[in-house]
């Protein structure tokens, strides 16, 4: 993977291992090329997961999770999730501003 998109992408992989260290090595293998034959079947059953986060273990975090590790193999993914993802952390970062500011 390769481009603007691809490296976003990636950087993305990245802020979730430093926001859940134990995950680091796994997202680290799973991104590896060799590993598309289990990407893909994984990223399809989180999508479902989070599709069906009313059942108990199963939650919403599973279908944005399994729509990341789908854009690894799906270009056409990757600038739609990019922008997405930077609209949430901008909105969560402003939100948790707006309540550190009521508090005072």
Do not use: Y
Request: proline content about 7%.
């Amino acid at each position: 993977m390769t481009g603007k998109e691809g490296a976003r992408l990636h950087r993305q992989f990245d802020r979730i291992g430093r926001a859940v260290p134990a995950s680091t090595g796994f997202l680290a293998w799973i991104r590896k090329p060799s590993s598309r034959i289990v990407r893909i079947p994984l990223g399809i059953l989180l999508i479902l997961g989070g599709v069906f986060s009313f059942l108990p273990l199963l939650g919403v975090w599973m279908l944005p999770l399994g729509l990341f590790l789908l854009a690894l193999d799906l270009p056409f993914l990757q600038g739609p999730l990019n922008r997405l993802s930077f609209w949430v952390q901008r909105k969560w970062t402003n939100c948790q501003r707006s309540r550190k500011n009521k508090q005072r």
